[in-house]
């Protein structure tokens, strides 16, 4: 049986995705398995960039054009706005990124201060994260903390220290890519545990259910992370039909796919179960400055298992 057979009525709110590297197939696809909203999180493209002009027109593009290309396919886009971990490491560069920082972090659909945090843990990495932990306060927004892959633990643990060194409540606080050696201590302290299903680098979905099992559902939640590397834009979809097959109770699945990235990030006022309640009417022939997600004469295309595409 095809996991969407599980899942059919459910809804989930895929909390971290990189949809700027995915395609609209991702999208429909998305939609097709009850995604109904989700959160772009400001990240490292995987090529360093060279000038403070090129984060503007990604930050731009996270709150005009992505927005729009998303509701094309009936879910609601929102974002998180920050100076990445990796790049935070080019200092003469990271201090003009921090100038335009507020520039995006009030407008329409941002929802929080992120992905920020630590990859290497280095100096920088830590003066930027403070700096921007700071905005988060000021602007009182939610904040979504990449952990590290390397000594993950460590730096998930600092990174706990230093944003209550900074005034921020825990429950303002989302700490994402957590394991099973970093979860305890998130939950114990109070913060919101995110967990990335990502082949091979990250979690298992097999591994997502024991978790859930172990700790219950109270603020965890799963994303899939998707971006230009190899991974699944459907994982939180499929995580949902795996905790079923297994399980895992459905208001329990609700929680982790759903309800808990809706309570942590409407704090920020931005979103509401009433704003996903709204229906989305679908206009592909709609247009952003000029560009819509078709081209040429193409019609929509709604039939996504059919051999021919039109």
Not at 30 to 36: Q, S, T
Not at 59 to 68: C, D, P, Q, T
Not at 158 to 175: K, N, Q, T, W, Y
Not at 286 to 300: C, D, E, F, T, W
Request: charged share 25%; aromatic share 10%; glycine share 8%.
């Amino acid at each position: 049986m095809s996991f969407l057979e599980t899942i059919r009525g459910m809804k989930f709110f895929d909390m971290h995705v990189h949809m700027t590297s995915r395609t609209t197939d991702d999208y429909q696809a998305m939609a097709d398995a009850g995604i109904v909203a989700l959160i772009e999180p400001a990240f490292w493209l995987g090529q360093p960039r060279t000038g403070v002009d090129s984060f503007r027109d990604y930050f731009a593009s996270l709150v005009g054009w992505e927005r729009f290309r998303a509701l094309q396919f009936g879910i609601r886009h929102y974002c998180t706005i920050g100076l990445n971990s990796k790049e935070a490491n080019n200092e003469a560069l990271a201090e003009q990124v921090m100038e335009i920082l507020p520039l995006f972090l009030y407008k329409e659909g941002v929802v929080g201060v992120g992905e920020i945090g630590f990859d290497d843990q280095t100096p920088a990495e830590e003066k930027y994260y403070r700096a921007q932990l700071d905005l988060a306060r000021e602007a009182n927004l939610p904040v979504q903390i990449h952990t590290p892959h390397r000594d993950k633990k460590q730096g998930t643990s600092r990174s706990m220290d230093i944003a209550l060194e900074h005034g921020l409540a825990p429950g303002m606080v989302i700490v994402d890519h957590n394991n099973e050696e970093t979860v305890k201590e998130v939950l114990d302290r109070g913060f919101w545990a995110g967990f990335t299903i990502y082949p091979f680098t990250k979690m298992g979905n097999e591994r997502m259910v024991e978790v859930v099992r172990q700790y219950g559902p109270e603020r965890i939640m799963v994303n899939s992370a998707a971006d230009w590397g190899i991974s699944d834009p459907l994982a939180v979809p499929k995580t949902a039909a795996l905790m079923k097959e297994r399980g895992i109770s459905e208001e329990a699945i609700r929680l982790v796919t759903f309800q808990n990235a809706l309570t942590a990030f409407g704090q920020s006022g931005q979103v509401s179960a009433e704003d996903l309640e709204q229906p989305i009417d679908i206009d592909q022939s709609q247009r952003y400055n000029g560009s819509s997600v078709l081209r040429g004469g193409q019609a929509p295309r709604v039939d996504k298992a059919s051999t021919i595409i039109k």
